[in-house]
């Protein structure tokens, strides 16, 4: 059968198909810093992106948006060469779509929960393997985003407090920070003062010199992201933790703070960004489910290339490492950045705006504000 048009109805199909204008929003736009990201040219990257999705659907037929990300964007370590950014991918969909050659289908998995999948737009002579091969991806799919999700057993889900336990552990096993609360826990409240909504974790931590000599306390807010997404500069993720520091900072004034960002992948215009404004990035490259068992979990990592995906909540040995071996002496540094930062009025401004939902548009015209007014404040850019 042939995809329909936008709109359209079928008596013989009635999952609904989407246009390249009605295809699901992904969850980043493509970034207008794209330039700044290689020397390559941006439509070459497209074109290695179209390529490679085009070698994925003919084997798997029909796919969800995080399993062509994972296939695609982590296929190799992460300097290999064969990576291609999850920004190009949501481009190269946006074109076979538009071609025709790909569509969006939205239909329920077997518990019920809507999913999206991206099929080969023609079912000529594998109608059926295509159904089967997008039954069993929602059906999987379907699991996963149950592990995200709040339910009567685990109200804040299984992926979250994973993520949350791994690196409360990883900051104690460290022995470099002073827990704010027992556990590393989490932190509604910090040198006197209510946070905008509680961190993971937070505490304080002794600076040393590369002379080897202490300075004075630098207060550390932590925020942990277990989610698949790739954080960009743009993450609405990445705003909840720097609203709160802001608001922290604006607070103590004179007080060095330093805002930390643990996630699961970061694309590396965040770690420019992070230089730049003063926070601190930690890209695990591994991402923890909590107890489930190898039968609800290995068809999940293997059928949809999750690799990274692990059963348990063990410390993460990414965290424990830049926090003993890393943070201690250079968080002066970014302490000072931040006050920096928080100084200038129009990016805290900015920083607050995009800890909130935005549409789309309006999301890109806050980033450009926020960019603007960190050119005006002396910072390089090019994230």
Same mark, same amino acid.
């Given at each position: 059968? +042939?995809?329909?048009?936008?709109?359209?109805?079928?008596?013989?199909?009635?999952?609904?198909?989407?246009?390249?204008?009605?295809?699901?929003?992904?969850?980043?736009?493509?970034? @207008?810093?794209?330039?700044?990201?290689?020397?390559?040219?941006?439509?070459?990257?497209?074109?290695?992106?179209?390529?490679?999705?085009?070698?994925?659907?003919?084997?798997?037929?029909?796919?969800?948006?995080?399993?062509?990300?994972?296939? %695609?964007?982590?296929?190799? *370590?992460?300097?290999?060469?064969?990576?291609? &950014?999850?920004?190009?991918?949501?481009?190269?969909?946006? =074109?076979?779509?538009?071609?025709?050659?790909?569509?969006?289908?939205?239909? @329920?998995?077997? #518990?019920?929960?809507? %999913?999206?999948?991206?099929?080969?737009?023609?079912?000529?002579?594998?109608?059926?393997?295509?159904?089967?091969?997008?039954?069993?991806?929602?059906?999987? *799919?379907?699991?996963?985003?149950?592990?995200?999700?709040?339910?009567?057993?685990? !109200?804040?889900?299984?992926?979250?407090?994973?993520?949350?336990?791994?690196?409360?552990?990883?900051?104690?096993?460290? $022995?470099?920070? /002073? @827990?704010? /609360? @027992? $556990?590393? $826990? =989490?932190?509604?409240?910090?040198?006197?003062?209510?946070?905008?909504? !509680?961190?993971?974790? #937070?505490?304080?931590?002794?600076?040393?010199?590369?002379?080897?000599?202490? #300075?004075?306390?630098?207060?550390?807010?932590?925020?942990?992201?277990?989610?698949?997404?790739?954080?960009?500069?743009?993450?609405?993720?990445?705003? /909840?933790?720097?609203?709160?520091?802001?608001?922290?900072?604006?607070?103590?004034? &004179?007080? !060095?703070?330093?805002?930390?960002?643990?996630?699961? +992948?970061?694309? +590396?215009?965040?770690?420019?960004?992070?230089?730049?404004?003063?926070?601190?990035?930690?890209?695990?490259?591994? /991402?923890?489910?909590? =107890?489930?068992?190898?039968?609800?979990?290995?068809?999940?990592?293997?059928?949809?290339?999750?690799?990274?995906?692990?059963r348990g909540n063990d410390l993460s040995q990414r965290?424990?490492?830049?926090?003993r071996d890393v943070l201690p002496e250079h968080c002066?540094?970014?302490?000072?950045?931040?006050?920096?930062?928080? +100084?200038?009025?129009?990016?805290?401004?900015?920083?607050?705006?995009?800890?909130?939902?935005?549409?789309?548009?309006?999301?890109?015209?806050?980033?450009?504000?926020?960019?603007?007014?960190?050119?005006?404040?002396?910072?390089?850019? #090019?994230?």
């Amino acid at each position: 059968m +042939r995809a329909r048009a936008v709109g359209s109805r079928s008596s013989d199909h009635t999952t609904p198909t989407y246009g390249v204008a009605d295809a699901p929003k992904a969850k980043f736009a493509v970034p @207008p810093f794209q330039a700044y990201c290689s020397p390559v040219a941006e439509s070459d990257y497209v074109e290695r992106a179209i390529t490679r999705v085009r070698e994925v659907m003919v084997t798997e037929l029909a796919v969800v948006h995080s399993e062509l990300e994972a296939r %695609i964007a982590e296929a190799g *370590y992460t300097d290999s060469g064969v990576n291609i &950014d999850p920004h190009h991918i949501t481009t190269a969909l946006r =074109e076979l779509v538009r071609s025709g050659e790909l569509v969006y289908r939205r239909a @329920p998995s077997r #518990g019920g929960r809507d %999913i999206d999948t991206i099929e080969l737009a023609d079912r000529r002579r594998r109608a059926t393997a295509l159904d089967k091969a997008a039954a069993r991806k929602r059906l999987l *799919y379907a699991r996963y985003s149950g592990w995200a999700n709040a339910t009567a057993r685990h !109200p804040r889900g299984l992926l979250g407090p994973a993520g949350e336990a791994a690196t409360r552990s990883a900051i104690i096993a460290s $022995g470099a920070m /002073q @827990p704010a /609360q @027992p $556990g590393a $826990g =989490e932190v509604k409240a910090i040198l006197g003062t209510t946070l905008r909504g !509680p961190a993971d974790s #937070g505490g304080y931590m002794i600076p040393f010199s590369t002379q080897g000599l202490p #300075g004075p306390p630098v207060t550390i807010l932590v925020e942990v992201k277990n989610i698949r997404s790739w954080v960009y500069p743009q993450s609405q993720e990445l705003y /909840q933790l720097l609203d709160k520091a802001a608001s922290l900072q604006e607070t103590h004034r &004179d007080q !060095p703070i330093v805002p930390v960002l643990v996630c699961r +992948r970061a694309h +590396r215009t965040l770690f420019k960004m992070a230089r730049q404004i003063g926070f601190f990035a930690i890209a695990t490259e591994r /991402q923890l489910v909590g =107890e489930v068992t190898d039968d609800e979990l290995l068809p999940v990592r293997n059928e949809l290339h999750f690799n990274d995906l692990h059963r348990g909540n063990d410390l993460s040995q990414r965290v424990r490492d830049r926090f003993r071996d890393v943070l201690p002496e250079h968080c002066a540094n970014f302490a000072g950045t931040w006050v920096h930062t928080c +100084r200038s009025p129009r990016m805290a401004t900015c920083l607050h705006d995009l800890s909130n939902t935005q549409s789309p548009g309006q999301r890109a015209r806050t980033m450009e504000f926020l960019r603007h007014a960190a050119e005006d404040h002396g910072l390089a850019g #090019g994230w």
